[in-house]
Structure formats: C-alpha cells, structure tokens
C-alpha cells in the first residue's frame, strides 16, 4: 500500500491500461490531460476518506422510495 502523505499521479500509461480494462476509447493526445484530472479527482477521495466525523454523528436515515 502507498504512503498517504504522497501525492496521486496517474501516469498516461496508467490511463491507457485503465482505458483498456473499461474497453473506453481514449485518443492518444488526451491521457496527459485525463490523468491530471484523474490525480485530482483522487485526491479529492482521499480528503473525503480521511475525514473523521465526530462520535456524535449519526447516519441520515434512508431516502424513502
């Protein structure tokens, strides 16, 4: 597992693996752009993963249907 403290960059190979394995076409000339917004879009995950919420916190109840 990577350290926390380090920041996400995804690699424009990565986005052309990832691309592959989702079967999403990606042109050649947008994997820079897409993997800066990709390492952005994780790093925004991470500060909501991290967040501690305070023991008084409770659930909203479920969305009714």
Do not use: C, K
């Not at 996400?8 to 990832?18: C, G, M, N, S, V």
């Not at 917004?37 to 969305?63: I, K, Y």
């Amino acid at each position: 597992m990577s350290n926390r403290s380090e920041p996400i960059a995804p690699t424009e190979a990565d986005i052309e693996r990832l691309a592959a394995q989702l079967r999403l076409p990606i042109a050649a000339e947008s994997r820079a752009a897409v993997a800066q917004h990709l390492g952005g879009l994780l790093a925004a995950a991470r500060l909501v993963d991290e967040f501690v919420l305070p023991e008084t916190v409770e659930p909203a109840p479920p969305a009714a249907s």
